[in-house]
């Protein structure tokens, strides 16, 4: 009799095995991607659809002019008016192409005014063709690598820029805002303006990174 069971347990067994496999709804290669992702809100948002999360599938007005998803984020802001110096300083910094690449990344606009409170001559002076590394490194500090909606933004969030610098987040009254974690933060105007490879957040100042 012991010879005729033997082999049933053993399939049961390997059965088992596979049941136990299979039971978790995250395997422990995806929980480690998770947990090791910089902005796991990301893979929300794509699932989500930002579109569908935002209830405005026909864009976001910028200056009276819609700001689509099938356009990219440089040329979605190069139709706004109060972000054109963002626009060419991008273009002198060459990231022209970075952020016209697939991406997704979260990008903190400021308009021509948020320039406009820097000190005299700061803005001439970064958009000098010798300062070109050090433009890119401010312009780096408006970029979040993922795409982060500001439904995703919580206060004291800290993010990582694309300079490698933490950019930190504030909520208060249903205003977010974005600093240096020292200086007077910049709060996002317009929210949520989608394009096919991110998503921008129009900010009322320029965040400087701390100098080293």
Do not use: W
């Not at 063709?129 to 050090?134: F, R, T, Y």
């Not at 995703?152 to 969030?157: I, M, R, T």
């Not at 993010?159 to 950019?167: P, V």
């Amino acid at each position: 009799m012991k010879k005729h069971f033997a082999p049933l347990l053993t399939v049961l067994a390997a059965t088992s095995l596979v049941l136990a496999s299979c039971g978790s709804d995250k395997p422990a290669d995806t929980e480690t991607t998770a947990t090791s992702t910089v902005n796991p809100a990301d893979s929300v948002a794509a699932m989500a659809g930002d579109s569908a999360r935002m209830a405005k599938p026909e864009g976001v007005m910028v200056d009276g002019v819609a700001m689509t998803a099938d356009k990219d984020i440089v040329d979605n802001a190069a139709g706004a008016k109060s972000v054109s110096t963002l626009v060419a300083a991008v273009k002198q910094a060459g990231l022209v192409e970075t952020l016209k690449s697939a991406g997704p990344f979260t990008v903190f606009a400021p308009t021509n005014a948020a320039f406009d409170k820097l000190p005299k001559g700061a803005v001439a002076g970064l958009m000098q063709p010798e300062s070109k590394e050090k433009l890119a490194g401010v312009l780096k500090y408006h970029v979040i690598p993922g795409r982060l909606l500001a439904a995703d933004l919580k206060d004291g969030q800290e993010l990582t820029t694309a300079n490698g610098e933490k950019l930190k987040i504030s909520v208060k009254d249903g205003k977010v805002m974005v600093s240096n974690g020292k200086d007077a933060p910049a709060t996002v105007q317009i929210a949520d303006v989608i394009s096919s490879n991110g998503v921008t957040h129009v900010i009322d100042g320029v965040v400087l990174p701390l100098a080293k």
